[in-house]
């Protein structure tokens, strides 16, 4: 963004990061960077090697950065453009406690107490899905985004479980919520908060609601467009529900910015492994109140 280094500056009240260079102001956001890497993995192995190269091929034109003739672009140019917008940076004000030290000098920083992260620019990630789109359908971008996702969201579940210790399902919503609530503003996500509800059916649904989602960020649409977090939340709780034995968790985004909602909320019900998919209109009156 500048010649001469940007700086983050991060607004906890509204769950926003900022870079600001040259007169110039854009949103980011805060990764784990296992998922960056399970989800370009999934994307590969999902999509097929030609089509995630037409993908990676289409990217830099879409982000006004059009290659020579005859050079290929991969995942590095990506990360690349990301690193040319960004750094070097410095912090505006205070870097966020949930942070380790960071000198600003590379993209990753650690979530303590020891998690790596990666920034992204905002902009950069939805022209990213806007490409899987012009060259899948919305329709087929959709299905490939949600089980990438998914089945990224699983092994980040799955280490969850191990690190926080999750043994039910109360244990694991007192983490997420303090998650929701402190690491989604620190990580730019948006301003979070989570509560879990039992069903007449027994079961659990757990809530999430963000005001400011960073992927309904500037963003008109006609239906909910938050595929990344919507998939990163059916990943780890179907890896959790699978750890508990017998059960499993179906994820919707219930509301959206992007649609004309007041924020985002997303929806995870516990059911039987094997049960049918749900009935999302039948639950309403369960997540309707978010």
Not at 43 to 63: C, D, H, N, Q, V
Not at 76 to 92: C, G, H, R, S, W
Request: net charge negative.
């Amino acid at each position: 963004m500048s010649q001469t280094g940007s700086r983050i500056t991060w607004d906890r009240n509204n769950g926003t990061v900022k870079l600001s260079g040259d007169g110039k102001e854009e949103r980011v956001f805060i990764i784990s960077r296992d998922f960056i890497e399970q989800f370009k993995e999934e994307m590969i192995k999902t999509a097929g090697k030609s089509t995630f190269k037409l993908i990676m091929r289409k990217l830099p034109e879409k982000l006004g950065k059009p290659l020579a003739e005859g050079s290929e672009a991969d995942w590095k140019f990506f990360e690349t453009y990301n690193d040319e917008q960004i750094l070097p940076a410095t912090v505006e004000g205070e870097l966020p406690k949930e942070f380790g030290p960071w000198d600003g000098k590379t993209r990753d920083l650690v979530l303590l107490p020891g998690i790596n992260m990666v920034i992204w620019t905002v902009k950069s990630f939805q022209l990213f899905k806007e490409v899987i789109a012009d060259i899948m359908t919305e329709k087929g971008a959709n299905a490939l985004l949600n089980g990438v996702g998914k089945k990224a969201g699983m092994a980040i579940g799955e280490s969850f479980a191990k690190y926080f210790g999750w043994s039910d399902f109360q244990n694991a919503m007192d983490t997420i919520d303090d998650i929701s609530g402190k690491m989604s503003a620190a990580a730019g996500w948006g301003k979070g908060s989570a509560m879990v509800k039992k069903g007449s059916d027994g079961k659990e649904m757990i809530l999430f609601k963000s005001v400011g989602s960073f992927e309904s960020q500037d963003i008109s649409a006609s239906r909910p467009v938050c595929l990344i977090t919507a998939s990163l939340l059916n990943g780890i709780w179907s890896a959790f529900a699978d750890i508990l034995g017998g059960q499993a968790a179906e994820t919707r985004e219930v509301k959206c910015s992007a649609k004309g909602d007041g924020h985002c909320a997303f929806a995870i019900k516990i059911k039987d492994k094997g049960a049918s998919p749900l009935d999302w209109k039948e639950l309403e009156s369960e997540w309707q109140a978010i």
